[in-house]
């Protein structure tokens, strides 16, 4: 079975703090992907990677930033985390086109 | 206009109910389509997965393509309540990386 974890179920972080998600997935996927999930809204990609140190902006990349130094890890890094990044955040890898999601993590900014 | 859309519900049903979960879409290059199901508090998890027109049948769960009217479903048969969860659509292009997601489905299913 695909893998897919994720660092924090749940994280409180301060405005202006940076912010570090992590994701990790076991199956060698070439591609892995973050999203932000709200309510109304449903799924928004940030950004993707399809290979290490490779990166492509997704719908909404503002705020945000992301780091693939190896092949298993994606981190997406809040620079200062703002209100307005309070989301449910979701990893997620792929194998052609089947994407498998990690279990998210719960960003509160206060 | 959104290039997938899905209904929001709230849907609720009796246990032991059909299920129809619908999703309609505006690009025509999409052509593989996918059900994700999502408990509360949890990450999407792939229930079903096609290719193409046509149907696809998993235990209680078929999953039914029209390419020509653009438009997919998916039916879940003799409903428990364990099936109550969010359920998501999703397409995409051959070749391409990106899932287009529909906003999902909430469906609760009464004991």
């Known amino acids: 079975d695909v893998k897919v974890t994720q660092s924090s179920r749940y994280l409180v972080k301060r405005t202006g703090e940076k912010v570090f998600l992590e994701c990790v997935q076991d199956?060698?996927?070439?591609?892995m992907f973050w999203y932000r999930q709200d309510p109304g809204l449903g799924l928004r990609l940030i950004y993707f990677?399809?290979?290490?140190?490779?990166?492509e902006k997704g719908d909404i990349p503002e705020g945000y930033s992301v780091s693939r130094e190896k092949k298993e890890r994606f981190s997406l890094i809040l620079e200062s985390a703002s209100t307005n990044q309070t989301s449910m955040y979701l990893c997620?890898?792929?194998?052609?086109?089947?994407?498998?999601f990690g279990p998210g993590t719960r960003l509160t900014v206060t | 206009q959104k290039e997938v859309e899905q209904d929001p519900g709230p849907l609720s049903v009796p246990e032991g109910a059909i299920v129809s979960l619908n999703c309609t879409y505006s690009?025509?290059?999409?052509?593989?389509f996918m059900w994700y199901r999502q408990y509360s508090r949890k990450g999407p998890e792939l229930l079903m997965y096609?290719?193409?027109?046509g149907n696809k049948e998993d235990g209680r769960f078929t999953a039914q393509v029209d390419k020509s009217s653009k438009y997919i479903s998916l039916f879940i048969r003799d409903s428990q309540p364990s099936d109550s969860a969010t359920y998501l659509c999703?397409?995409?292009?051959?070749?391409?990386?990106?899932?287009?997601f529909g906003t999902g489905t909430r469906l609760t299913v009464i004991p």
């Open positions: 997620a890898s792929s194998l052609s086109q089947k994407q498998y």
């Open positions: 199956m060698d996927h070439e591609n």
């Open positions: 990677s399809y290979d290490v140190k490779m990166k």
């Open positions: 690009n025509s290059a999409f052509q593989y």
């Open positions: 096609t290719y193409s027109s």
């Open positions: 999703a397409m995409i292009q051959t070749g391409a990386n990106n899932l287009f």
